[in-house]
């Protein structure tokens, strides 16, 4: 099983940690409790070939931040990529490459199947 692991922050998200203004998404990251998700989401096998995926509950929370605010489907490395809220909010460092339309679109199939 590969897994992408966004465990430890890059040093360029340590460097921007003081400057957090809070907000919407910054709030729901306090108040919800997003480890029972990834007790949810362990049973999603990752594929052994190819590129290692995403975890789980980062490609959860881009299909939430696709609903809420009306991202496209096909498009959702765009708004992860050119927002830092979206990105704090999934858990991808600044470093990292966002998923694609490939890679959340059959995340979003297989949770709604």
Not at 47 to 52: D, E, L, R, V, W
Request: aromatic residues 12%.
């Amino acid at each position: 099983m590969s897994r992408r692991c966004f465990a430890q922050p890059s040093l360029a998200d340590a460097s921007l940690r003081p400057f957090e203004s809070g907000g919407f998404l910054e709030d729901l990251m306090k108040t919800i409790e997003w480890s029972a998700f990834d007790v949810l989401f362990a049973q999603i096998n990752a594929n052994t070939k190819g590129a290692p995926g995403y975890p789980p509950l980062t490609m959860f929370k881009i299909v939430l931040l696709q609903q809420w605010y009306t991202c496209p489907t096909h498009k959702p490395k765009k708004p992860c990529a050119n927002r830092l809220s979206f990105r704090r909010f999934c858990g991808i460092p600044l470093d990292a490459e966002t998923p694609d339309h490939s890679s959340s679109g059959g995340f979003a199939k297989r949770s709604t199947s």
